[in-house]
């Protein structure tokens, strides 16, 4: 899995902790909105039945008569959806409202004096408002007549306006939710633009356009570009210090090699001890030609910008094609076009030429050079498996373990592979590469490199 950018990370983090926040304030304002639209429902019935009392009186006979020009003209209005009935003590219907006409209502229980309940119910199968509230007529014999008033409504303008206010509700939070990650990336790229900033002059010093970091960072980064600049510096001066004394080494054995040489030619010595010193002059001679190489390998730099393979191997075949022209080589190449090497451009010559220039000499006709990125445990860094396969002898089993020996000398000699596969050893390692050498389908020899 693909391990996400610090930008995304702070990203993520504020989409995750702002869809919480706006959530939970939208479920907030949701519920704030129906508890104050129910208490303006409630208000609306109550002011009914006060209307209604408005057209209500007793007769002489202390019956309730209700007036026939109720104020509210839906009361007179079927299917208007506000119905008003009156109930005595009994609980029986002594008045409602023609709205009334086809719905099944609910019957309810007459209230105390002064006493109301605001519920809601379902009329016809659908959910309602019930506003109940009990009252007393004292009639002129100082005789008590107690009523009960309701008035429901339907609910459906109340989902209505619940459902606008809902979608503006979300409508906005979604934009400001938005606006918000919008600023949130403007706030972010202007923060981490320092951070990139050091990506890009660290590319300039992978390329050698730049020696070191400029020091005009924020004042938590200054102290990161100063480490990375004695970091830069001293791994400079290590590789350098490194070469120096490799090449030192192999210079000053040039001349005890010449006046060995030299006595070897001398006819004042006897035969057998002239080839003597002949063979170990030959022999520390090749040692101080691989030691040479091995100077000449710079080794992985910390901070390398990554090396296109396959333009380089392309051009290693055309040159290889022509050396071994009389062969008619058939070369099969099978490299990712993203495969990248990250070191020297040098060091990836020197493998994969010396790798090539083997199987190409060594083969009967068919060389392949197989490139793929692989998966690793830590992820840390992009690793590559090469694959060399001829179809010629090959390389038996007891050469290739004794080559693969760690602590073999660079002058070990296996047939065919010399000291051109020794140096490929080497500058995989100093990669902290592996390197295996197996039998190939082809019937050949099969080299592996991971690096």
Not at 255 to 280: H, Y
Not at 285 to 311: C, F
Not at 438 to 443: A, Y
Request: proline share 2%.
């Amino acid at each position: 899995m693909k391990t996400l950018s610090f930008q995304n990370r702070q990203l993520l983090a504020a989409s995750i902790v702002l869809a919480v926040f706006l959530g939970l304030t939208g479920i907030a304002l949701d519920r704030a909105f129906q508890s104050s639209a129910e208490s303006a429902e409630r208000g609306k019935l109550e002011g009914e039945i006060y209307v209604l009392l408005g057209a209500a009186e007793l007769n002489q006979d202390g019956r309730l008569l209700m007036s026939k020009d109720v104020a509210e003209p839906r009361f007179s209005q079927p299917e208007s959806g506000l119905v008003a009935q009156i109930i005595d003590i009994n609980n029986n219907i002594v008045w409602q409202s023609r709205s009334a006409l086809g719905l099944k209502i609910p019957g309810f229980e007459g209230l105390a004096v002064d006493k109301s309940t605001f519920q809601a119910l379902s009329v016809n199968n659908e959910q309602w408002f019930s506003y109940e509230y009990g009252v007393a007529w004292i009639d002129d014999d100082d005789t008590e007549h107690r009523y009960s008033f309701r008035v429901l409504e339907s609910r459906e303008i109340y989902d209505q306006q619940l459902a606008q206010f809902r979608h503006t509700l979300i409508t906005w939070l979604a934009a400001a939710g938005l606006l918000l990650l919008f600023v949130q990336v403007l706030v972010l790229r202007w923060s981490l633009s320092p951070l990139r900033k050091i990506e890009e002059q660290l590319g300039e010093v992978a390329n050698r356009k730049r020696e070191e970091l400029t020091e005009d960072y924020p004042r938590e980064l200054n102290g990161l570009a100063t480490s990375l600049n004695l970091l830069i510096g001293n791994e400079r001066r290590h590789l350098q210090r490194y070469r120096n004394s490799l090449a030192d080494l192999a210079h000053s054995m040039k001349t005890p090699l010449a006046v060995l040489r030299g006595l070897s030619e001398s006819d004042k010595a006897p035969a057998d001890i002239r080839q003597q010193i002949d063979n170990e002059v030959g022999r520390m001679d090749n040692i101080v030609e691989y030691q040479l190489q091995k100077a000449a390998a710079a080794g992985r730099l910390s901070l390398t910008e990554g090396i296109a393979i396959l333009p380089l191997t392309s051009r290693l075949l055309e040159s290889l094609r022509k050396v071994y022209r009389d062969k008619s080589i058939s070369y099969l190449v099978d490299i990712e076009k993203e495969a990248m090497f990250f070191g020297e451009e040098g060091d990836l010559m020197e493998v994969i030429g010396n790798l090539l220039d083997n199987a190409s000499k060594w083969c009967s006709s068919q060389v392949s050079i197989h490139i793929r990125r692989i998966q690793t445990d830590d992820g840390a860094r992009t690793h590559y498996r090469y694959t060399i396969e001829d179809d010629g002898p090959g390389i038996d089993a007891g050469q290739a373990e004794l080559l693969l020996q760690r602590g073999e000398r660079g002058d070990t000699q296996i047939p065919g592979h010399g000291i051109g596969l020794a140096v490929v050893r080497e500058i995989v390692s100093a990669y902290g590469g592996d390197l295996m050498i197996s039998r190939s389908k082809m019937g050949g020899a099969k080299i592996e490199l991971v690096i």
